[in-house]
């Protein structure tokens, strides 16, 4: 470039509106970190505002357990219930578990926010998309469900929203529901009823039982020490020296205390016991035990219940049908506290539910067995049978036979001439 050629001069415009877009741009972004936190964006997902004044008409519920067990105690003893899981064609356990999907995801103290989509509640409750909407119509009929907004595709600031909310593409929103529970249904209802205490704490047990057993020692330390007198006394060379004491002394210390009960030695276990406990424990986490699974054991033989007939299976079957019947839900393994339940103590609430189901019948495993027993009886009456036909079928060499045979009196008929007497 040679001196000669003019420079031109840089235009500030393009400066100006690049700032200008910058600005923009940021005030853009506000707008949208106001719009996320003014509609109170949670998770992973966007999800849809709700106007203010949505949740004006609608009560809160009571609880995830309590309403779980409002919710099965309309669907099982109420007309509302049973005409709406009726009319929708869904069963109670299978209605139960889809608004104990829907409970998983609602605030804890409102039962309002849920934003999962039809597709994750259908993977927590396991059944179909038609299920989920079946129960969501029988929670309407209810009023102890609503759908305050109804999910669709995003508009294009809610699009930017939601990349800005978790940085991804979401072309749809699912339908914000709450849960409720109404008066009619709080009414009804009947309150859980609490376990009464039927014995002392075990730190005041524990207390008792030590002081029983420092009193029995003492009563049979006095005792030996007045039928034998040389125990009484500290000559090194006698028979009351401190060895001999402490071995006498102990010595009938445990004899006393074994009469008296205070002592055990029939500490055995069946093993069958045992291994229905442990089957039992593992399909039924909640009555598993803090400590030892012995304790499970224990329940089980303080209940009466015949573990060479009833195995750990049978148990389960047996628990669950006493559940269904009494409209309850099983608490749940984690938290101790689903459908009403506070299971503090899994050993004795094993105790409680046992010991009100009754043992004495056959147990299903039992059952079955005589069923596949007449089954197997069946299929060898019919075996036989069947055996018995092929035998008196004729054989291959009897059969071989008679053809020959027809053979031979065709050809004979053959060479016959009409009115010749074959001889």
Do not use: C
Not at 123 to 135: D, T
Not at 155 to 173: D, K, P, V, Y
Not at 221 to 238: G, I, M
Not at 327 to 343: E, L
């Amino acid at each position: 470039m040679s001196s000669d050629t003019p420079v031109q001069a840089v235009d500030p415009a393009p400066d100006a509106e690049w700032a200008a877009l910058v600005d923009a741009a940021h005030r853009n972004v506000g707008e949208l970190e106001q719009f996320n936190h003014a509609s109170g964006q949670r998770g992973s997902s966007w999800a849809l505002p709700v106007a203010d004044g949505t949740y004006r008409d609608i009560p809160v519920w009571s609880g995830k357990g309590a309403w779980l067990r409002q919710v099965r105690h309309a669907v099982t003893n109420t007309e509302i219930g049973r005409a709406a899981v009726k009319k929708r064609r869904i069963g109670v356990e299978t209605m139960v578990a889809v608004a104990a999907a829907h409970a998983r995801f609602a605030q804890s103290t409102t039962g309002r926010g849920i934003t999962a989509s039809v597709a994750t509640i259908e993977r927590v409750a396991g059944v179909s998309e038609s299920v989920v909407q079946r129960a969501r119509r029988v929670l309407r009929d209810l009023g102890m469900g609503y759908e305050v907004v109804r999910g669709r595709q995003l508009q294009t600031r809610e699009f930017m929203a939601a990349e800005l909310h978790h940085g991804g593409h979401q072309r749809g929103a699912a339908s914000v529901w709450a849960l409720s529970s109404p008066r009619w249904i709080i009414e009804v209802t009947p309150q859980p009823v609490a376990a009464k205490r039927r014995s002392p704490a075990r730190s005041v047990h524990r207390a008792q039982t030590h002081q029983q057993r420092r009193q029995r020692q003492q009563a049979a330390a006095a005792k030996a020490a007045a039928s034998n007198p040389q125990l009484s006394e500290r000559d090194t060379l006698s028979l009351g020296s401190s060895v001999l004491e402490k071995f006498s002394r102990k010595r009938e210390l445990t004899k006393r205390a074994t009469h008296a009960g205070a002592i055990t030695t029939n500490t055995h276990r069946h093993l069958h016991t045992q291994r229905a406990a442990a089957q039992l424990a593992r399909l039924a986490p909640a009555l598993t035990p803090d400590g030892h699974i012995g304790q499970l054991v224990d329940v089980l033989v303080r209940t009466g219940i015949d573990t060479t007939r009833w195995t750990g299976r049978d148990i389960a079957d047996a628990l669950t049908h006493d559940t269904q019947n009494r409209g309850w839900t099983w608490p749940d393994a984690k938290s101790w506290r689903t459908g009403g339940y506070s299971v503090q103590n899994p050993v004795r609430y094993a105790h409680m539910r046992l010991s009100r189901i009754d043992f004495t019948g056959p147990s299903p495993s039992q059952q079955r067995a005589s069923i596949d027993a007449q089954r197997r009886a069946e299929q060898a009456a019919r075996a036989t049978e069947a055996a018995e036909a092929r035998s008196r079928a004729a054989s291959a060499e009897h059969r071989a036979a008679l053809r020959a045979n027809w053979r031979t009196l065709a050809a004979d008929a053959s060479t016959t001439r009409p009115g010749e007497v074959h001889e």
